[in-house]
Structures are given as structure tokens and as C-alpha cells.
Nanobody, 121 residues
Framework: QVQLTESGGGLAQIGGSLTLSCATSGLVFSSANIGWFRQAPGQAREFVAASSWFRDKTSYGDSVLGRAKVSRDTDTLLLYLDNLNFGDTAVYYC????????????????WGQGTQVTVSS
């Protein structure tokens, strides 16, 4: 059974940085595509970043491009996000077993419960 557990959310300062973690189990991490999405209240789900098992390919959403870095550590996918702004306030969800279509990450069937990030001044 695939399980994804996000952590690292909370209150963050505008202009600051944070690192979110997605701990995985039940899948072969070294051959899994894994990504991050987020959803703000009243907004559609938005792609943030993803990591492919193949050739360390990564992909980033337009709203975080240049401010985000996704990396792998054992069975955990990390998301580092800096220069935070109010638009980064959202629930961040980890997703696994998706597909890469060129630079686009198509989410798979596995989702975590999410972790809330709130950016304040």
C-alpha cells in the first residue's frame, strides 16, 4: 500500500524560505515519479514541482520557477521554496506514480493528506 506523508508546513515569513518533505512507503522510490501540487482556498489545484526517477529530471510550475528546488533523499521527496510570497499560501500535496510528458508532470493516483503552508508578514 502506497503511503505519502507530507510534513514541514506551518507559518512562514514573507520573503523567507521553507522545506517540505514527502515521506513515501509502499513504492519503489528509485523508480517512481513524484511531485508536489498545492491548492489555495477557492482555487484550482496547481502544479508546483516534480522529480523523475529517470536521469534526475525535474519540472517546476511557472509560479515557483527560480524559487523552488525539488530533491530526493532516501525515500523522501523534498521541496525547497524561497522568496515566499502570499501566493504561496496553500495546502501542499505530494503525489506519486505520475507521468512526465515532456516537461509536464501528469499526476498519478497516489496522494498524501497535505500540509498547510501559510505565508504572513
Amino acid at each position: 500500500q502506497v503511503q505519502l506523508t507530507e510534513s514541514g508546513g506551518g507559518l512562514a515569513q514573507i520573503g523567507g524560505s521553507l522545506t517540505l518533505s514527502c515521506a513515501t512507503s509502499g513504492l519503489v522510490f528509485s523508480s517512481a515519479n513524484i511531485g508536489w501540487f498545492r491548492q489555495a482556498p477557492g482555487q484550482a489545484r496547481e502544479f508546483v514541482a516534480a522529480s523523475s526517477w529517470f536521469r534526475d529530471k525535474t519540472s517546476y510550475g511557472d509560479s515557483v520557477l527560480g524559487r523552488a528546488k525539488v530533491s530526493r533523499d532516501t525515500d523522501t521527496l523534498l521541496l525547497y521554496l524561497d522568496n515566499l510570497n502570499f501566493g504561496d499560501t496553500a495546502v501542499y500535496y505530494c503525489n506519486a506514480d505520475g507521468l512526465f510528458r515532456n516537461d509536464e508532470y501528469i499526476p498519478g493516483n497516489y496522494w498524501g493528506q497535505g500540509t498547510q503552508v501559510t505565508v504572513s508578514s
